[in-house]
């Protein structure tokens, strides 16, 4: 299922870029670095990061569960936000990627996070 891992354009949703001038490394597309503009950058993949916030949307537009468990996490300077798996996540949890969903039915692919421990 190397294909329900990549998002519309083709990327892991688990990849982040690295620049091939001053090595910043960030997550969501660009087509230049953000610190140096360098347009020369490879890819990698992301482990395992660490929660640093998350929060719970109840409200949510139609076709979006609710209630909707978003968690920002950082990987190494990589920093992102995506929907936990885990309804009730800790600050400070290991989390990794666990695959993608769908925001709505046939819809744009997300990443979607897991704690790492599984007692999530
Ligand atoms: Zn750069």
């Known amino acids: 299922m190397t294909r329900g891992t990549r998002d519309a354009d083709g990327l892991r949703v688990d990849e982040a870029f690295r620049c091939g001038d001053c090595e910043n490394e960030w997550y969501y597309t660009r087509n230049r670095c ?6 020369t950058f490879s890819t990698y993949r992301l482990r395992e990061g660490e929660l640093v916030a998350y929060t719970t949307v109840n409200v949510t537009p139609p076709d979006v569960r609710s209630a909707n468990v978003l968690g920002l996490a950082a990987f190494g300077d990589v920093r992102l936000i995506a929907q936990m ?5 800790e600050v400070g949890d290991s989390v990794r990627f666990a695959g993608q969903y769908e925001l709505r039915e046939g819809g744009e692919k997300r990443a979607r996070l897991t704690g790492v421990d599984g007692d999530g």
Request: charged share 35%; aromatic share 0%; with cysteine.
């Open 85 to 89: 798996s885990d309804d009730d996540p």
């Open 34 to 39: 953000p610190d140096c503009q360098s347009a």
